[in-house]
T-cell receptor
Framework: DAKTTQPTSMDCAEGRAANLPCNHS???????VYWYRQIHSQGPQYIIH???NNETNEMASLIITEDRKSSTLILPHATLRDTAVYYC??????????FGPGTRLSVLP | DAGVIQSPRHEVTEMGQEVTLRCKPI?????LFWYRQTMMRGLELLIY????????DSGMPEDRFSAKMPNASFSTLKIQPSEPRDSAVYFC?????????????FGPGTRLTVL
């Protein structure tokens, strides 16, 4: 079973920030938080990952709470091409990925 | 970088036939993963290899499924005999070490339809 809980779906207006939450209350000290997304009919695409510090790359920012029990993926300026299913995964070795149902993000014009 | 390459992209076969799916990982990556995705069960890890050795095959559904990795640049997932319930999209992914923080990079998938 997935160790994370995410909302089933979310909407976001084009050009606005999309904030996708994830709960991982049972995360252990050596587990990382990974975010992937899957655009229809394509393979999952890596977005970002982190341990306890906030992370930012060219795609997104990852905010992890101090107790590490939850995190938020931020897409700063969502575009229509960001419409996808977003998966939050916790893993200690990067290989035991358990994908839950994810959050279906719809970016609306 | 060409990314993870999978072939064929689409496969339609009849029940009872043997099906072989192929994967070429990213050069330099030494871990390889096979996943299956269906509407009912989502994305499931079937098996993964590290340095060509199978590490965890607990996700392989049954004996009809087998996977091999004869060298660092090639892996196969075979289903024999195939059944309609095997219809799914099969993804291959690779990572640099499979341990630590290395991320997995996915191929485009093979859409299998068993009639």
């Amino acid at each position: 079973d997935a160790k994370t809980t995410q909302p089933t779906s979310m909407d976001c207006a084009e050009g606005r920030a999309a904030n996708l939450p994830c709960n991982h209350s049972t995360i252990s000290g050596n587990e990382y938080v990974y975010w992937y997304r899957q655009i229809h009919s394509q393979g999952p695409q890596y977005i970002i990952h982190g341990l306890k510090n906030n992370e930012t790359n060219e795609m997104a920012s990852l905010i992890i709470t101090e107790d590490r029990k939850s995190s938020t993926l931020i897409l700063p300026h969502a575009t229509l091409r960001d419409t996808a299913v977003y998966y939050c995964i916790v893993s200690n070795y990067g290989q035991n990925f358990v994908f839950g149902p994810g959050t279906r993000l719809s970016v609306l014009p | 970088d060409a990314g993870v390459i999978q072939s064929p992209r689409h496969e339609v076969t009849e029940m009872g036939q043997e099906v072989t799916l192929r994967c070429k990982p990213i050069s330099g990556h030494n871990s390889l993963f096979w996943y299956r995705q269906t509407m009912m069960r989502g994305l499931e890890l079937l098996i993964y290899f590290n340095n060509n050795v199978p590490i965890d095959d607990s996700g392989m559904p049954e004996d009809r499924f087998s996977a091999k990795m004869p060298n660092a640049s090639f892996s196969t997932l075979k289903i024999q005999p195939s059944e309609p319930r095997d219809s799914a999209v099969y993804f291959c992914a690779s990572s640099r070490t499979g341990i630590g923080t290395d991320t997995q990079y996915f191929g485009p998938g093979t859409r299998l339809t068993v009639l």
